[in-house]
């Protein structure tokens, strides 16, 4: 089984940045796809960047050229750098995995984009 924990959210206002980190550990075998999903009060989980074992990476609209998706893979981590926070970027961001014994979501890390 394979676990993800999420890092990095906190507060900060907007125009700043953020790196969120999530840890991969336990039995990974094979990794399909790897990503960050974000769920603001009161609307659905979106998903925010995507990277695909193929070798595509995607971004929802609202991110693009401020939102990067990175792996390390010697580290087990994949990160989410964050520019130019928006106050409509406020959520709690998820690290999905989906792996050969499964889909695997972390706890969730907290990101509040506020002057």
């Known amino acids: 089984q394979v676990q993800l924990v999420e890092s990095g959210g906190g507060l900060v206002q907007p125009g700043e940045s953020l790196r969120l980190s999530c840890v991969a550990s336990?039995?990974?075998?094979?990794?399909?796809?790897m990503g960050w999903y974000r769920q603001a009060p009161g609307k659905q989980r979106e998903l925010v960047a995507l990277?695909?074992?193929?070798?595509?990476?995607v971004y929802v609209d609202s991110v693009k050229g401020r939102f990067t998706i990175s792996r390390d893979n010697a580290k087990n981590t994949m990160y989410l750098q964050m520019n130019s926070l928006k106050p409509e970027d406020t959520a709690v961001y998820y690290c999905?995995?989906?792996?050969?014994?499964?889909?695997?979501w972390g706890q969730g890390t907290l990101v509040t984009v506020s002057s």
């Open positions: 990277w695909s074992s193929t070798g595509s990476t």
């Open positions: 999905y995995g989906h792996f050969a014994g499964g889909e695997v």
């Open positions: 336990g039995s990974i075998f094979r990794i399909y796809a």
